[in-house]
């Protein structure tokens, strides 16, 4: 397979991002962190701040559902740095390894605008993509196809002779449903291995 361009995920493949982070420095117990993260601060209601709601806005409307949580709910956003573990550093450098190609390395992620800026602060890696295209400026996330085609069609990208890296299984199914040849990250070794085998790296 003739690989063209390859393309990045970001949260859980180059950065550590993880809410748990800050809900340790919290809350008493993981059982506890589980149920705010399962049924209060869910996956799916930071999904529409990543799909361009403003965090203002987002806090405001849980609050009002679980004022008893008032708190909680205002640390998700009030303190998301502390959410920032680190540059997965394996990746970064498997990253560096396909830009040292010369192939064109572009960034898809779902991340919000309020919050972005912070991730370019902490990683200066941010800096060496060829573009980057994030969900809250685009007001659609993935796995919504809109988004990939917005990342297409602003960069050329055909999509068949591009691999596509993500650690969701969710964005991986509709990241195959477009012709990308998508590689659902697990961990550093196998996806070397899965570069190379399309001779990327």
């Given amino acids: 397979m003739n690989i063209q361009t390859v ?5 859980g493949v ?6 748990r982070y800050l809900y340790r420095k919290l809350m008493q117990s993981e059982a506890e962190i589980d149920y705010f993260l399962s049924n209060i601060c869910t996956f799916a209601w930071n999904g529409l ?8 806005e987002g806090t405001l409307a ?3 559902q679980h004022p008893e949580h008032a708190e909680m709910i205002a640390a998700y956003y009030g303190r998301w740095e ?6 997965i550093e394996e990746n970064v450098e498997i990253f560096r390894e396909v ?3 010369g192939l064109p390395v572009y ?3 779902n991340w919000a605008t309020e919050s972005f800026p912070v991730a370019q602060k902490h990683y200066d890696f941010l800096r060496e993509f060829d573009g980057i295209v994030v969900s809250g400026e685009e007001k659609v996330a993935k796995p919504d196809a809109r988004l990939f085609h917005i990342l297409f069609e602003r960069y050329k990208i055909e999509a068949r002779r591009a691999a596509y890296i993500d650690d969701s ?3 991986i199914i509709t990241a195959k449903s477009l012709g990308l040849h998508a590689i659902h990250f697990q961990n550093a070794e196998l996806l070397r291995r899965e570069l190379q085998a399309l001779s990327v790296i």
Avoid at 14 to 19: A, E, G
Avoid at 49 to 56: I, M
């Fill in 62 to 64: 849980l609050q009002a």
């Fill in 14 to 19: 180059l950065i550590d991002w993880n809410p």
């Fill in 49 to 56: 701040q990543d799909a361009g709601r403003s965090f203002r």
């Fill in 82 to 87: 502390e959410m920032l573990a680190g540059a």
């Fill in 169 to 171: 299984a969710s964005n």
């Fill in 7 to 11: 393309i990045f995920d970001l949260g």
């Fill in 99 to 101: 830009k040292r190609t």
């Fill in 107 to 109: 960034a898809l992620t």
